[in-house]
């Protein structure tokens, strides 16, 4: 927000209350507070939720006589953002929207700073129109800006010819230091950062060294680079790292942390040697990017009801199951969440610790030090915890621990690497766990995957005729039978409005393919099956019963089955029919 002069602020105050956007009791308790205080009144005001910051800035640029630009929802062309130095416009707080009459039009937050218009001007070498934004529409323009890749290009046309040079005489860390790599490897890391990819692959080929991120989970080749630059910048990642540029043999894992704009993003760097150098993958731990809030992931329903009840009881074991990324560590985080307060002492044991949580005592596992999840289960069950995260369970031995320390009075939080909820129960029996110890802590298994989000901007379409049977093959049985019954089936499901199993045909959505929103998604959701394991269950799992027996009597129960959940979520218009095939086709 622009600090304007008192006299003006004043004005704005008044234009606010003549148009009724403010109240004027809590007008009146801010004037009082900044007495106190010296802070503006505006700030006051926006501070205390009593006005929106966006509605400041508008009435500002109103009292000023200058335009006012509403950012919010629009998309600013590549070509006209390069205009401007992203470096520039994040310290300014200015960003460039179009250009009108060979002037450039910005968007800025303090129109009347001369100094600061004059600056841009001179930067961009051409007259500049000012115009008022507030500093939400602005943030939502910066994160238009995309990592400009001839900079990376020309990094490796530099680097080519000195990492041919240098690499016979071994001065690799020379290279990496001295050469326009580090400029390079910094854009990359932008990129990613800033397009919300869950991973960078670094893989180098015969002739030519490829980088590929994972954005909403899948794949996508961004650039191609000459092979002679992997040396170089494989360099630079190991001194990041803290490994040894030497090693070219064996693997090696590290981690670092960089700043994109205002957000701290923690690096986990996996280096392995393949036939032509070595593959880097670098996975990005955003925690702002994360909700952490089941109900926001995709949990509803019978599902969240059935989880709820496990993490109510004082003790027992809660785990969660699925391939890797599916989330079952940031599901884990969420449940934490909700049942933190200050009574209860929470301890986590991880590896690496991805999400850091105030009043939750976290511990980072360190085999190379002797502190394995064995080891360390042991250590924290000597803390006097309520709860206690063990971030996977590896072996017999852990398992045994966590079991024990669920038989002891405490809440226990795992994860295990199998297909399905069900999946579970025969897991632990295969690592040696008694079934009777199994049956009497286990309270809640959840399985789980991740699909792509629709994006915003979409269109509806009928089904056709064969997603049409395969969604009343599949949801047969679960969606309402009858017209009546639309509400009721629809709140005990946590999807509201569902269509009669009936239908002729049902209503689905697609998003449209856009830069930002490749294949028309956007972000991810959770498709999750939960078991409460009752009673009947119990007898199942004493009896070394099948995960496929287990998930029988489940579904009977109400278990809603990760497919099922996935179509649900389809007709819900949060997904697609394709997607959830493409995620859940091998389950039931």
């Keep these: 927000m622009a600090l304007l002069p008192k ?29 106190k205080t010296g802070q503006p009144i505006l700030a006051v005001l926006v501070s205390k939720g009593l006005v929106e910051d966006a509605i400041v800035q508008h009435a500002s640029a109103v009292v000023q006589g200058v335009p006012y630009v509403n950012l919010d929802n629009v998309k600013i062309p ?5 205009k401007l130095p992203q470096e520039s416009a994040e310290r300014s707080m200015a960003v460039p929207v179009g250009e009108l009459n060979e002037q450039l039009v910005v968007a800025m937050l303090d129109v009347a700073n001369i ?15 000012a115009l008022m934004a507030s500093s939400a529409g602005i943030m939502h323009v910066l994160t238009q800006y995309k990592a400009d890749f001839k900079d990376v290009r020309k990094a490796a046309e530099v680097t080519t010819e000195e990492v041919r040079k240098k690499e016979a005489s071994g001065d690799v860390k020379t290279i990496t230091q001295d050469s326009p790599i580090s400029k390079a490897l910094t854009t990359i890391l932008e990129f990613a950062a800033r397009s919300k990819a869950s991973d960078i692959h670094i893989e180098p080929l015969e002739n030519s060294l490829i980088i590929r991120c994972r954005i909403d989970g899948v794949l996508r080749q961004v650039m191609e680079l000459p092979r002679a630059i992997e040396p170089a910048l494989v360099s630079r990642i190991k001194i990041l790292a803290n490994l040894k540029i030497d090693e070219h043999r064996v693997p090696q894992d590290g981690q670092f942390t960089v700043l994109v704009g205002d957000k701290e993003i923690d690096l986990r760097i996996a280096i392995s040697p393949v036939v032509w150098g070595e593959q880097v993958v670098i996975r990005l731990l955003d925690k702002s990017g994360t909700t952490m809030e089941v109900e926001k992931m995709g949990m509803t329903g019978r599902s969240l009801r059935a989880v709820i009840a496990g993490i109510e009881k004082p003790n027992g074991m809660i785990l969660t199951s699925g391939p890797t990324g599916s989330g079952k560590s940031t599901t884990l985080y969420a449940l934490i969440k909700k049942i933190k307060n200050e009574t209860i002492n929470i301890v ?58 669920a038989l002891t009075g405490h809440l226990v939080f795992s994860t295990l690497h199998t297909n399905s909820a069900a999946g579970i129960l025969p897991r632990l029996l295969d690592m040696g766990i008694e079934p ?15 699909v792509r989000r629709v994006s915003e901007k979409r269109e509806a379409f009928q089904s056709s005729e064969i997603e049409t049977k395969e969604i009343r093959d599949i949801l047969g049985n679960v969606l309402p039978q009858k017209p009546e019954d639309v509400p009721r089936v629809s709140e005990d499901l946590g999807y509201p409005g569902l269509p009669v199993a009936s239908s002729p045909s049902f209503t689905l959505v697609k998003g449209f393919d856009t830069q930002d929103t490749p294949n028309g998604f956007s972000g991810r959701a959770g498709l999750y099956e939960t078991i409460d394991v009752d009673e009947d269950i119990q007898k199942l799992i004493v009896a070394r019963a099948t995960a496929g027996d287990i998930m029988r009597v489940a579904k009977i129960k109400g278990t809603i089955t990760m497919r099922e959940d996935g179509m649900l979520k389809a007709l819900s218009g949060l997904t697609t029919v394709d997607e959830v095939n493409r995620v859940a086709s091998d389950l039931a």
């Design 7 to 35: 006299e003006a602020q004043d004005k704005v105050v008044k234009l606010l209350l003549n148009e009724g956007l403010i109240d004027p009791t809590s007008t009146n308790t801010a004037y009082e507070e900044i007495k």
């Design 78 to 82: 590549l070509e006209v953002l390069q």
């Design 115 to 129: 100094q600061q218009t004059d600056y841009i001007s001179t930067l961009v070498q051409m007259p500049i129109r």
């Design 348 to 405: 986590t044991l991880e590896d690496p610790v991805e999400y850091k949580m105030d009043g939750v005592n976290q511990i980072q596992v360190n085999v190379d030090a002797g502190l394995t999840f064995a080891s360390g289960l042991r250590s924290i069950l000597r803390q006097d915890p309520d709860v206690v995260m063990v971030g996977e369970i590896r072996d017999a031995e852990t398992a045994n621990l966590a079991v024990q320390a």
């Design 436 to 450: 009777f110890l199994i049956a009497s802590t286990l309270n809640t298994v959840i399985g789980q995957r991740l």
